[in-house]
Structures are given as C-alpha cells and as structure tokens.
C-alpha cells in the first residue's frame, strides 16, 4: 500500500517516545492507553482501511473497538513493529488523522457519477452491466450484462466516453478490462448501487 500509495490510516499504539525514535512511513501516533477516547479523530468514511501496529501484534481487544466504530476494513500489522522489515523514519510522527480516499485507476467518484446521471453529457454514457432480470434502469443507461458484454461490443459507440456501474463495482471492474482491452474509453463505479423499479438510485462506498 506504500509503495501503490493508496489511501489508508496506519495507527502507531506504541509510546510516543517509541513512535518518535521510529515509525513505519504515514503512521500517526495514538498511544494504545489513549485510543478509546480517539474515536473523533478517525475518518467519517466508514469505508477507510485502518491498519494498527504496537511493538508486537495489536490485541485483538483493540482491532475489535476500532472494528465496533464501524471501520470494517480495519486489520493489525502481523507481528507489529518487531516484526517490519521495511524502514523507521525517525522524528515526531503526526497525532491527527488526515485521509483523503484516492480512486484506483479508471475509476470514476460517486460525486462525479452522479452529476453524469443528472447532467447527461453528450460526451458519456452510463452502461449497466448488471445480470439479466434485474429489476430498475438509471434513466438514459445502456444495459448490456457483463457475461454478454464481449458479444455486444458493436452496439457500444467509441467516440463517448462509457461509464460503467453494476451492484459493488466488481462486474464493472472486470467490464472496463474488456473495454479498454477493446479501445473503448471507459471508466467505473466502484461502489455499491441499488436501483428502484422507477429509475431512482442510491449510491454508497463499499
């Protein structure tokens, strides 16, 4: 996750004497003794990865209170500090929390999906590659199901831009691989989308 520089949060539970002589890149400091009383401190998104480390493995006690605010991607460093290979930066490590989720490559931002879906630019068009029978279409969508997607290339145009959703974003990962693989310009939603009968949607990050 360093080195893709994706976005998480890297909890040092160690002393912050500890933390100060060394801690693993983008760690901010809460000490263990002080991490109930932090819950204020961590993302609004829910759907942000925490990973927390101490000298050796964090306690399952404090994975489940992190887990309990509803971080559901939380995890512990195998083998905490003791057991990183990788570098310590020395120094003071920050104590306040900033996370800024950044989109994977080819993905679109739910924001952005949805000024698509109320704006209509000529330019886009939103795909729906949901399975077969499912009930609901965003207003204006093209609905091609994702295992039919490769024999229905030709009804897709290559001048517009394709923005692709399904259910959680996995059938749409894997449609904007068979889009680009074919020179489509694409992008997807990789989030969680529930269509109504009457076209109304809501979308949440996963």
């Known amino acids: 996750m360093i080195h893709d520089d994706t976005a998480y949060v890297l909890v040092d539970l160690r002393s912050k004497e500890a933390a100060t002589s060394g801690h693993i890149k983008g760690a901010v400091s809460i000490p263990e003794e002080g991490l109930a009383v932090a819950k204020d401190k961590f993302p609004k998104d829910k ?34 500090a003791k057991a990183w290979d990788g570098k310590f930066f020395p120094g003071e490590p920050a104590d306040e929390i900033v996370y800024v989720k950044k989109l994977k490559p080819g993905q679109i931002s ?30 204006g969508a093209v609905t091609i199901p994702q295992s039919e997607l490769t024999a229905r290339l030709a009804e897709l145009p290559k001048d517009k831009e394709l923005i692709i959703h399904c259910n959680t974003g996995i059938m ?35």
């Open 110 to 139: 739910i924001d952005e999906f949805k000024l698509v879906v109320a704006d209509k630019p000529a330019d886009k068009i939103i795909l729906d590659v949901r399975d077969s029978g499912m009930t609901g279409t965003i207003p």
């Open 47 to 80: 759907s942000a990865p925490i990973i927390l480390y101490n000298d050796e493995q964090a306690s399952a006690e404090t994975f489940a209170l992190v887990n309990a605010w509803g971080y559901k991607n939380t995890s512990v460093l195998k083998g905490g």
């Open 172 to 206: 749409a990962g894997m449609a904007l691989k068979t889009l680009q693989e074919n020179g489509y310009k694409a992008r997807y939603l990789d989030a969680v989308v529930q269509v109504s009968p009457n076209g109304s949607f809501e979308v949440s990050s996963i």
